[in-house]
């Protein structure tokens, strides 16, 4: 929590989400991912002081019903 508005948002990850895009001031996913599996990355937020935060994830795509 916390931080100076606006904040601008990036995902880098192990996968080639070709498809797969992250909008960077809102930091939502959209689009249809090309692979299934879980993949690891890194979601990095930066403030509009500069500070920049991040955290390791894991974000799992599967097969719709």
């Not at 948002?9 to 689009?31: E, Q």
């Not at 979601?43 to 019903?65: E, F, I, R, Y």
């Amino acid at each position: 929590s916390g931080g100076a508005p606006p904040f601008t948002w990036s995902f880098v990850s192990n996968g080639l989400w070709v498809a797969i895009n992250m909008n960077p001031s809102t930091g939502v996913f959209s689009g249809t991912a090309d692979t299934l599996g879980t993949f690891l990355g890194t979601l990095w937020v930066n403030d509009a002081t500069g500070v920049t935060a991040s955290q390791s994830v894991s974000l799992t795509v599967k097969q719709c019903p």
